[in-house]
């Protein structure tokens, strides 16, 4: 009997509003499902496919978070004499960023997008490769699993190679039979669509690319009558941008003093706040109501959304644009950042759904987290 052959392709960002995406293996995968994600970006949405589990399980949310009794960079306090001038220059990020992926083992995609001044405050969650077994701290992924049960397997992503490397590679792989399960992440897509969300030609283009290799790899996997399971997921959509809002600005304004008063971190969807006066947080708390870009989500909210943590580690407060709102500077983009797509709204918004095809039917699902009992169950290792 020839054993079984599973395989799981996450392409980044391919969401299930973008309408090339609708018809995109739709011959050799019938099963499609439109899947909620999380609120937040890839950083708390891939381990959440990865474990089945919400990122308040996890601990992995955004990527960094308040902690300055153990931030890898707490030692910098002492540089704090110098000024901005220094602390500030980008070849100073660049020795931060070296430091920490070389020095400190914050891993080789670590990049230190924070003020220098504010990095002794803060932790980084993705130390570890994600695609490893062990790689998120707060649950087992499906490596992991993989591994207590000693199936074989193979795992691609960019850590190691590009899209059209990892796609040769698992060709090889399938045909000389290397192992059961093959996980292939593809995250280019995801940059592509940053700069082409809207423009289907493009995408319908870029996608039948893919399909050519995923095809062909879908049919030398089930040559011979060996039983296949191929399955395609991602991990969130992407919506038009439609403004961009200088929402810095408008606390920069208040006249509060960052680092004294309050602290924050700008990503390109969201804003999270934390602070040292109730001044500082009346202030800025009126300010951001009185803002028609987004809103302030609520704790309760975030709780329902399996993001909310009780030390508030990853913010005190947490802003969130309304779909197509783009902060037009963050601490992870700088100015010159125009994309006309970008994912990280609401997980109702509909252009930020995630896909999940395959050629099995399953049982219905309705979030990323789903994922990972599919997964586990086609690779028969269970769901506990």
């Not at 995968?29 to 439109?34: A, D, H, Y």
């Not at 989500?297 to 802003?319: C, I, N, S, Y």
């Not at 169950?377 to 269970?382: N, T």
Request: one cysteine or more; aromatic letters at 10%.
């Amino acid at each position: 009997m020839k054993t079984p052959i599973h395989i799981f392709v996450l392409i980044d960002a391919l969401g299930s509003a973008c309408r090339p995406a609708q018809s995109f293996m739709a011959e050799r995968l019938p099963f499609r499902q439109s899947l909620k994600t999380v609120l937040g970006f890839s950083s708390g949405a891939v381990p959440t496919i990865l474990t089945g589990e919400l990122p308040c399980k996890t601990g992995h949310w955004n990527l960094f978070y308040y902690d300055p009794e153990l931030s890898p960079f707490r030692w910098l306090r002492s540089a704090s004499f110098l000024p901005d001038g220094i602390m500030g220059h980008r070849v100073t990020r660049r020795l931060l960023t070296e430091t920490g992926r070389r020095v400190l083992g914050l891993g080789p995609l670590f990049e230190a997008s924070l003020p220098p001044r504010q990095l002794p405050l803060f932790n980084f969650v993705e130390k570890r490769n994600l695609f490893a077994p062990g790689g998120v701290s707060g649950a087992p992924t499906i490596f992991d699993r993989l591994e207590a049960a000693r199936v074989r397997y193979r795992v691609y992503s960019y850590h190691h190679q590009t899209d059209a490397e990892i796609l040769d590679s698992a060709t090889a792989d399938v045909r000389d039979r290397r192992a059961e399960v093959f996980f292939l992440y593809l995250s280019e897509m995801d940059g592509f669509l940053h700069f082409h969300c809207g423009d289907d030609a493009a995408v319908a283009e870029r996608l039948r690319v893919y399909e050519r290799k995923l095809s062909a790899l879908f049919d030398l996997a089930g040559s011979g009558g060996r039983e296949l399971t191929f399955s395609i997921f991602s991990d969130h959509g992407m919506a038009p941008v439609k403004s961009r809002v200088d929402l810095a600005g408008e606390i920069d304004r208040l006249g509060l003093r960052a680092g004294a008063d309050f602290l924050s971190v700008y990503d390109s969807t969201m804003a999270r706040f934390w602070f040292f006066s109730e001044a500082a947080r009346a202030a800025v708390t009126a300010c951001l109501g009185a803002q028609s870009c987004g809103r302030i989500v609520p704790d309760a909210e975030l709780k329902t959304l399996g993001v909310h943590f009780p030390d508030h580690r990853f913010g005190e407060l947490v802003f969130l644009l309304h779909p197509g709102g783009l902060i037009a500077k963050s601490h992870f983009n700088g100015g010159g950042w125009n994309p006309v797509g970008m994912h990280g709204y609401h997980p109702d918004d509909p252009d930020s759904s995630a896909i999940f095809l395959s050629n099995v039917v399953r049982p219905p699902m309705s979030h990323i987290k789903d994922i990972f009992p599919a997964m586990a169950e086609s690779a028969a290792l269970g769901v506990q």
